[in-house]
Nanobody, 119 residues
Framework: QVQLVEAGGGLVQPGGSLRLSCAAA????????MVWYRQAPGKQRELFAT???????YYAASVKGRSTISRDNAKNTVYLQMNSLKPEDTAVYYC?????????????WGQGTQVTVSS
């Protein structure tokens, strides 16, 4: 069984920074794409950033230049460094990985971590 454990959310002032992490635990043979989504109050979940196993990245236009996604393949962990945070970045942030386990290729989701940007 594969589980994703997220950490790093919290309350931060506008202009501040946070680093989120998401670690995959369990029997997982390989991980392809790792993704961060976010869901703001009253809004649909939106794709935030992605990173392939080879390190290619994609960012939503609203966050490009303010955030950096990275990964440590040896630790099956993806990170999201967010800078210059704005109140509109307040959301629950979810990670997702596309991984190969003994049950085949599946999407695995984290439990979500709350990020609140407020003074």
């Amino acid at each position: 069984q594969v589980q994703l454990v997220e950490a790093g959310g919290g309350l931060v002032q506008p202009g501040g920074s946070l680093r989120l992490s998401c670690a995959a635990a369990g029997v997982i043979f390989s991980i392809n794409t790792m993704v961060w989504y976010r869901q703001a109050p009253g809004k649909q979940r939106e794709l935030f950033a992605t990173i392939t196993r080879g390190g290619s990245t994609y960012y939503a236009a609203s966050v490009k230049g303010r955030s950096t996604i990275s990964r440590d393949n040896a630790k099956n962990t993806v990170y999201l460094q967010m800078n210059s945070l704005k109140p509109e970045d307040t959301a629950v942030y979810y990670c997702k990985v596309v991984g190969l386990s003994d049950s085949g290729v599946s999407d695995y989701w984290g439990q979500g971590t709350q990020v609140t940007v407020s003074s």
